[in-house]
């Protein structure tokens, strides 16, 4: 499974309607990512720049922006962003197979003689 944060911001709408007949969101969010092979693992409303996250657990992207665009299509989300996470032990792999790497900067005397 991959790991993806999800940051969104409602419309002013969806607000009112929320505040009209309070819901706990998680448990759609929940079932939507089930649709997709995955689950929910942590919502949160956050009041600052973005109105809240979800942190999901999915087979891979393309269901991660499956979950995300069938949030979006519904009219209640003015706008997202999708963050893919790795874990710790993937990134130290990355950083490895990074580091055995020989890559030339734009204009670095090895660039130069590469092209």
Do not use: N
């Not at 499974?1 to 819901?23: C, I, S």
């Not at 092979?37 to 919502?43: K, S």
């Amino acid at each position: 499974m991959a790991r993806y944060l999800l940051e969104f911001t409602y419309t002013a709408d969806a607000w009112a309607k929320l505040v009209r007949e309070p819901a706990d969101r998680s448990v759609g969010v929940d079932k939507l990512c089930l649709a997709f092979g995955g689950r929910l693992v942590e919502a949160y409303y956050s009041f600052s720049d973005v109105d809240g996250v979800v942190l999901i657990d999915v087979p891979d992207y393309a269901a991660a922006a499956g979950v995300a665009l069938t949030a979006v299509a519904q009219g209640h989300i003015k706008s997202y962003k999708m963050i893919p996470l790795l874990t710790m032990a993937e990134t130290v792999q990355i950083m490895r197979a990074s580091g055995a790497i020989s890559y030339a900067a734009p204009g670095s005397p090895a660039y130069a003689s590469s092209a």
